[in-house]
C-alpha cells in the first residue's frame, strides 16, 4: 500500500510536469466546463418555476444534486480521463507489454498513471457553489452528514471507476473500438437526475444493482440531512464488491491480451 | 457524381466495419434525452401542462428531439479540423476534384443512413415501454411532408454552418471553443435542452433572431401539431433566409480559407 501510494505520487508530480508545458487551451476549457455546470443548474430553475418540487426533491435540493454531480464528474475526469482515454491504444497497438513487465499491479498502472489537473480549476468554483447552496438554504449541518458525504463520494468514485473500467476492457476481445469509453459514460449520464424518482424499475436497479445512486442521489441526501446508515454501509459494500470484481475481469481480459506487436 | 458514390460506398464499408463505434456514437447522442424523459415523468405528477406541454406532448419531445439530435444533426467539423491541423486537407481537396462540401455531405449522408438503421428499432422499443403514456397519438400526412421539408433544410442549413466552423480550424489553432459554444446556444435556445416555452420571455424572444431554434424546436413543433398552417409557413420561410444566408458564409468562408490556408507538415 505505501509502495504504491508513492508511485502515485511520482505520477501525479510527472503529470504536473506535463501540463505545464501544454497550457493553451486551458481556460477555454475551465470555462466551457462550468458555463455547462451553470446551465444545468438555471435548466432546473425553469422548471421549477412550473412545479415545486420532483419526487419529494425541492429546488434547493436539486441544485446541491447538480452540483455534486459535477464535482463528482470532475474529480472523475481528474483521476481517470487521460489514463481510460489511451487503454484502447495501449491494448490495440500492444504498448501494454511494457506496462505489465513492471513489478506493480498493471491495472492500478493504466488506471491511475495521469491526472489531468486543469480540473481542478473547475472543481474549485464547484466547491465554493456547493458550499454557499448549503450555506443559504441547508445550515446548520452536523459533522457526521459532511463526513459522511464526503466518504460517499468516494465509494461513488470506486463504484463508478469500476464499471466504466469493466466496459472499457471489451477491447481485449473486441479489439479496437475507438469511443469505447464512452460507453459508460453515457450510461453514467442517468446519475444527473435523483435516482429516487425514476420510477419502480430504475430505482431499486439504481440503488442495488448499478448503484449510481451513490454519485450524486445518496451524497445529496445526507448532505441535506437525511441520513441512511444501512445506505451508507450498503455503499461501502458495494464499492468494495465492484473494484474486486473489476479486478477478475481484468485478469480475465489478460488472459485473452495477445500482444499486437511484432 | 459517381466519385461521391464511390466515397458514400466506401464510408459505409467503413462503418460495417466499425460498428461498435457507431453504436456507442449513437448512445451517446441518444442517453441525455431518455434521462430527460424520465425526469419529466416525475414532474408531471398530478400536473396537466408544465410551459403548454402535456406529459404526452412532453415524452413525444424528447423522443423526436433524439431522432433529430442523432439523425439530422450533422457534425462535419470535427474532422475537417483534424485534417487541416495535420496539414493533409491540401492532399485531400485541393488537388483532388473533390469540393468540401460534397465530401463532406457524402461522409454525413452515411453516417445518418446507419444510425437511421439503429433508430428505429431503437424508437420503436421505447414507443411500446411508453405506450400507456402517448397512445393515440398520430401525425397527418401533410404534417409529414411539412416535416421532411423542414429537417432537409435544419440539416442543410446546420450542415454548411458546421463546415465554417471546421474550416475555421485554418484561423485557429483550436476550434473546440467553438464547438462548444454552438452547443451551449443549440441547447439553450434551440430547444436541445427542454421546449422553447419553458424560457422566460427574454430568451424567448432571443431565440426567435437566431437560426437554433428553426433547426431543432421548430420541427419538432410540427411533428406534435402545435402549429397552424400560417405558423408552419412562416417558420420554412425562416429556415429558407438561413439557409440562404448559411451559403453566403460557406462561400465566402471557404474563398478566404483556401487563400489563408498553409499546409504543415507532410
Keep these: ?262 | 457524381m459517381s466519385k461521391y458514390w464511390l466515397l458514400f460506398k466506401q464510408q459505409l464499408e467503413y462503418m460495417l466495419a466499425y460498428r461498435a463505434t457507431g453504436l456507442i456514437w449513437f448512445l451517446a447522442d441518444t442517453t441525455s434525452h431518455l434521462v430527460f424523459i424520465l425526469f419529466w415523468l416525475a414532474a408531471f405528477q398530478g400536473k396537466s401542462a408544465i410551459a403548454g406541454f402535456s406529459l404526452r406532448e412532453m415524452i413525444l419531445y424528447y423522443l423526436g428531439a433524439m431522432f433529430v439530435s442523432a439523425i439530422i444533426t450533422p457534425h462535419p467539423q470535427h474532422w475537417l479540423a483534424d485534417t487541416i491541423k495535420n496539414g493533409q486537407f491540401s492532399a485531400y481537396f485541393l488537388l483532388r476534384p473533390l469540393s468540401v462540401l460534397g465530401d463532406r455531405l457524402v461522409s454525413q449522408i452515411a453516417w445518418r443512413l446507419f444510425r437511421f438503421v439503429i433508430m428505429i428499432p431503437t424508437l420503436l422499443l421505447l414507443w411500446l415501454f411508453l405506450s400507456g403514456f402517448i397512445s393515440g397519438f398520430s401525425v397527418s400526412g401533410q404534417q409529414l411532408l411539412w416535416l421532411i421539408l423542414s429537417l432537409t433544410l435544419a440539416f442543410l442549413g446546420q450542415m454548411l454552418l458546421k463546415t465554417c466552423l471546421g474550416l475555421a480550424a485554418i484561423w485557429f489553432e483550436e476550434i473546440g471553443w467553438m464547438t462548444a459554444f454552438w452547443d451551449l446556444l443549440m441547447a439553450l435556445l434551440g430547444g436541445w435542452f427542454f421546449p422553447i416555452t419553458l424560457l422566460p420571455q427574454a430568451m424567448q424572444v432571443a431565440s426567435l433572431w437566431l437560426p437554433f431554434r428553426y433547426w431543432f424546436y421548430f420541427p419538432l413543433s410540427i411533428f406534435l401539431g402545435k402549429l397552424s398552417s400560417a405558423e408552419v409557413f412562416q417558420g420554412l420561410i425562416i429556415q429558407l433566409f438561413w439557409l440562404v444566408v448559411a451559403v453566403l458564409i460557406y462561400r465566402v468562408v471557404l474563398k478566404r480559407g483556401i487563400r489563408a490556408y498553409s499546409a504543415y507538415g507532410g
Design chain 1, 1 to 262: 500500500m505505501r509502495r504504491y501510494l508513492t508511485i502515485y505520487r511520482a505520477f501525479f508530480k510527472n503529470s504536473l510536469i506535463r501540463e505545464m508545458q501544454f497550457r493553451s487551451h486551458f481556460w477555454i476549457f475551465v470555462v466551457v466546463n462550468l458555463i455547462w455546470a451553470g446551465m444545468a443548474m438555471i435548466t432546473f430553475r425553469f422548471i421549477f418555476n412550473q412545479t415545486n418540487q420532483v419526487g419529494g426533491w425541492t429546488f434547493p435540493a436539486i441544485l446541491v444534486l447538480t452540483a455534486t454531480y459535477y464535482l463528482f464528474d470532475r474529480i472523475f475526469q481528474l483521476l481517470f480521463e487521460v489514463n481510460f482515454s489511451r487503454i484502447n491504444y495501449l491494448v490495440n497497438s500492444g504498448d501494454l507489454d511494457l506496462i505489465l513487465t513492471k513489478p506493480v499491479s498493471g491495472q492500478f498502472f493504466i488506471s491511475l498513471r495521469q491526472v489531468s489537473l486543469p480540473h481542478l480549476f473547475v472543481i474549485l468554483p464547484l466547491l465554493i457553489t456547493l458550499i454557499w447552496l448549503i450555506k443559504i438554504y441547508f445550515w446548520p449541518i452536523a459533522l457526521i452528514n459532511i463526513l459522511a458525504y464526503g466518504f460517499l463520494l468516494l465509494c461513488g468514485l470506486v463504484i463508478v471507476y469500476s464499471f466504466w473500467f469493466m466496459t472499457l476492457t471489451a477491447v481485449f476481445w473486441l479489439g479496437n473500438i475507438e469511443n469505447i469509453v464512452y460507453l459508460f459514460g453515457s450510461v453514467y449520464e442517468v446519475s444527473r437526475i435523483p435516482a429516487d424518482v425514476t420510477g419502480l424499475v430504475l430505482r431499486p436497479l439504481l440503488t442495488y444493482f448499478l448503484p449510481l445512486a451513490f454519485v450524486a442521489t445518496v451524497p445529496t441526501q445526507v448532505l441535506t440531512g437525511q441520513i441512511n446508515f444501512g445506505l451508507v454501509v450498503f455503499g461501502v459494500l458495494a464499492a468494495a464488491f465492484w473494484l474486486w470484481v473489476s479486478r477478475l475481469v481484468w485478469q480475465l481480459a489478460l488472459r485473452h491480451y495477445s500482444s499486437a506487436s511484432s
